[in-house]
């Protein structure tokens, strides 16, 4: 246990922060990542996003609290990162990427942790600010979320050992990807609705045939 959450392990997690292109390095390269430590940051980014739906001030928030279902929206984080995971693994695999599986995941948890940082101090100063300070807020949310963006790029760039072209093109056919399987999935759903109907009303058939 102490091999993913050790001192070490936290520092590179942090350090993508600032040196974003050598801890990635490091992580790829000299195993310095920690996947347990990067779902831990999908987990705390996902609570903090529940935690302001529900807490953020009356002037910043347009959501009815009482909608608001926690679970389903950590589930839909972890739904988002896993389909973000396999569907860059499956396009990196085409494209010559070096990183494998684990690296994929440690970065995009790790490029989380700005977003996850800011949200807590926003949700604070959502309840403090009137409307025509509301722009402090939306600039902490739309930073953070830059910086994120910024993470994954580089990451992605630095695992696979891309150029920053090739790495664009990778992210773009990894959405693309990400789509495809999406609709393959409600595709799915659909079908095994239909053939649960099916054989429910051949059940209800036969319940009052007999």
Known sequence: MRKYFSRERLGYMFGILSNPIDSFYEIRYRDKGSVPLAVICVFVLSALFTINRVFAGFVINEVNPRTVDGITEMGSFFMLLGL?????????CLMEGEGRMRDIVTVAGYAMLPVALALAPATILSNVISIEEAAFYNIILGVSIAWTAILMLLGVMTVHNYTLLKTLITLVLTFTTMLILIFIGLLIMDLLNQIY???YSIYTELIFRF
Not at 84 to 92: L, S
């Open 197 to 199: 109907g099916f054989f």
């Open 84 to 92: 973000f995971c396999i569907g860059n693994w499956a396009v990196t």
